[in-house]
C-alpha cells in the first residue's frame, strides 16, 4: 500500500491468496483492516496455505499452537508479519492476528485526543483498546470466534471454502478438513434438517450479539438528545441576535445527518471504532466472499440490517496494496 498520509513503516503482511479477487481469511482481514485504518505502508506476500508451514519455518515465524491430532507438532497459520521499519538486519517477526494487532496498537499508537464523538475515529486513528477495554474486547472475540466462525460457518459454507482456494490448497484442505471431522469432505457439510438448524444457530448467535450491542443505544440516545438540546440553544442565542427567523428544523441540520451516517452503522462501542468492529468485519467479509448472493442478502437483513451496515462502513479499510510480493 503507497498513498498519501501513510506512515513510513515498512512491514511485510503474508496472506493467504484464493481464486477471488480479493483475499478471504477472517483472522488475516483484522490484520489488513487494522493496517490500513492506522494508514500504515506495508505489502503482502501471498503465501499458498499448502505453503505455511515450510515458509513460516524459513523466515523465522513463530508457531500459534499444536497441530491437530498430534501431541506436539508445531501448528503454523497465518497472518504473520515482519516489521523492518525500526531494523532491516533484526525486523520484529509476529505470529497470530491478536498480538499482531496488539503489538501495531503499542508500536504505532493513535491518540485519544484524536476520538471526535461526530466522526468516531473514521478521520483521524484512535486507540483499538481504550483503556480498561482488553478484557471486553477478548471476551468479544470469544463470543464471535466459537459462536459464529467455528461452530456454524463450517457446517454451512465448507465446499464454498474449498472451492475458493488454489488447486494445490484444495489438496491441502481436503486432507485436513478429512482428518479432523473423520469423514469425506463432501459429507461434512449439514443438509436437509441439520442445514437449516445451522442457520438457525447462526442467526440466533448474530441476533445475540446484536442484543448486547443495542445496550449502546440508551447512551447514543442521551447524547444525541445532549446535543440537539445544545444545538437548540445555540440557535436560539443566534436567533436573538438576529431579526429574521429562519424556522428551520435544527435537529435535521447538515451536521447532523452527517453524525447519523456514522453513528447508524452502531460500532461495537458506540460511537467509536475499536478492535472488536475489525473482528467482526473480517468474518463479514469471509462470509460474503464464500455465501451465495441470496444468503448474503438473508445474513444482511438480521437485526434491522446492523451487518450490512458494519460491512459498508468498514469498506474504507477493504484495500488490498497494489504493490505486492509473491
Known sequence: MSASGTLSTEITLFDIPTIHPKPNSPNTWKVRLVLNYKNLNYTTRWVPSSEIQPTCKALGIPPTGIKFGTKDEPHYTLP????????????????????????????????????DSATSGLQDPIPLFPRGTRAFHALMENFIANHILLSNIPRLYLMGIYHGKLPADQIDFRRRMENRFGKPLEEIEARGEAREKAWKELEEAFGKLDTFLKKNQLELEDDKNSELLRSRGHAKVEAKATTAHTGADLGNSPETKDEEKVTNCDWVMGRRVSFSDFVLCGILIFLRSIC???????????????????YSACERWMTVDSTTQL
Open 80 to 115: 504473520a508479519i515482519i516489521d523492518y521499519t525500526r531494523s532491516k538486519t533484526n525486523p520484529v517477526i509476529l505470529s497470530d492476528s491478536t498480538p499482531i494487532i496488539e503489538y501495531l496498537e503499542k508500536e504505532y499508537p493513535s491518540k485519544e485526543e484524536n476520538f
Open 292 to 310: 451465495e448472493d441470496e444468503d448474503w442478502k438473508r445474513i444482511t437483513s438480521w437485526n434491522g440490517g446492523r451487518w450490512g451496515k458494519m
